[in-house]
């Protein structure tokens, strides 16, 4: 008998209507206040390869992010923002601090601030449960506004330098989404990838100094016609996904359809996919508690590393965001164990555009030149050895020859002296 696929799966595969429809509750009466209704993350049509990295990165944040390129109008910013209604729940501190038990478990009791020690003397929690949430980062950011800066009123006022938290600090233990990444400022995509790699980042104002933790889901979007993104930078990225036009008559149908009755009655619309988006975030957090479990099939892994090294990648980070998508997929079907089919599947995401062109060929000629390099130390070993060979050879030569003459004198001195006597 053939093993069910998870129901998450089942539901990101399918690109069938909700089944189930609260009609009671679409009938609102207007109050004349908006509300945030977000388009249904498992709504959007098609599209499965982008749903499933940007399930996959939540469900496993060692994945590195998502970056998704893609023409304008190809629902991806729509995609993450639909994220949200997935999203899990997180401990996140209550403290203005950022301290954590954790702290306590690796510093001690000096490891947390005085309020958060008598908190836990008191045997009062210092964390609370918190949905994830979405950070998005706005493209005129500075880079005070990112990682964090002086507080201007406070500096003026008391005369003291202090250190306000950034939207990288904020976006720990949430999603940070940065639209048109490839037109963000360098210096500050640089510090939103080193704090995001590293999980905490410190900020440096004179002689003021803070570290604040970054552990944070980062996907970006870009439309490959306004600009590429630098080779180092989308490098560090664990899976591209290439967005395309959906080609299928009858899909391109139904998203208009789709868009139609989300604009006309949002909140009928949502609710109908209410019983979905619900399921499928508690296959999230499934899926991300039973992560830590995952382990890999035998052989699996030095199969796949097979595949990097005949793709040529240099790379390390490619096998690192292969075998943790594999894991998060792993999880997400309810298994425990990655086999090679999950890691065929999240391959090409994690592998694409891993190769450059101008590295290949740098590497080539490097090795060319090391060749020619190692050809004219080895000839001139070889000249000096044949030269040092001749001289020894010459120096026995001479050797015999004396030793000959040595040999023939002395010969001749007792001749002579056996004619005299």
């Excluded at 830590?292 to 699996?300: S, T």
Aim: proline content about 3%.
């Amino acid at each position: 008998m053939a093993k069910r696929r998870s129901q998450l799966l089942e539901i990101l595969y399918s690109n069938g209507p909700a089944a189930a429809v609260i009609k009671a509750a679409a009938k609102n009466k207007d109050r004349g206040l908006a509300s945030e209704l977000r388009y249904p993350f498992l709504a959007i049509v098609g599209q499965t390869e982008m749903k499933m990295a940007l399930l996959l990165a939540l469900i496993n944040r060692a994945i590195g992010g998502v970056l998704l390129l893609g023409a304008r109008g190809t629902a991806k910013t729509t995609a993450v923002r639909g994220l949200i209604d997935l999203m899990p729940v997180v401990e996140r501190s209550t403290c203005e601090y950022g301290c954590e038990p954790e702290d306590v478990i690796l510093y001690g009791m000096s490891g947390v601030c005085k309020d958060c020690a008598t908190k836990l003397g008191m045997g009062d929690p210092i964390t609370e449960s918190e949905p994830m949430r979405l950070v998005e980062l706005p493209l005129n950011s500075r880079l005070e506004d990112v990682v964090g800066g002086v507080n201007e009123r406070v500096a003026m006022e008391q005369k003291r330098l202090m250190v306000e938290r950034g939207i990288l600090s904020q976006a720990d233990q949430n999603l940070l989404y940065i639209d048109e990444v490839n037109l963000l400022d360098p210096l500050i995509m640089d510090a939103i990838l080193d704090a995001a790699a590293q999980g905490q980042y410190t900020v440096r104002r004179g002689p003021v100094a803070s570290t604040y933790r970054s552990r944070l889901t980062l996907v970006g979007s870009m439309n490959p016609e306004e600009g590429n993104l630098r080779p180092q930078i989308q490098d560090r990225f664990g899976l591209r996904v290439l967005i395309r036009g959906i080609e299928n008559l009858d899909e391109r149908m139904e998203i208009y359809h789709r868009a139609v009755s989300y604009k006309n009655k949002p909140y009928k619309f949502v609710l109908d996919w209410s019983h979905e988006t619900e399921a499928a975030r508690w296959e999230v957090i499934e899926a991300r508690k039973r992560l830590p479990k995952v382990k890999f099939a035998d052989g699996v892994e030095k199969e796949a590393i097979s595949w990097i090294q005949a793709l040529k990648i240099d790379s390390h980070r490619a096998e690192m965001t292969l075998f943790e998508a594999g894991r998060a997929l792993a999880a997400a079907d309810g298994r425990l164990e990655v086999t090679i089919e999950d890691l065929r599947t999240v391959a090409p995401m994690a592998l694409r555009q891993r190769q450059t062109e101008t590295a290949q060929s740098f590497f080539n000629a490097q090795q060319k030149e090391d060749k020619t390099i190692k050809a004219i130390i080895e000839r001139k070993a070889k000249s000096a050895s044949r030269k040092a060979r001749s001289k020894k050879t010459a120096e026995r030569s001479e050797q015999s020859i004396n030793g000959a003459l040595s040999t023939t004198e002395s010969d001749n001195v007792k001749k002579s002296e056996t004619q005299v006597n």
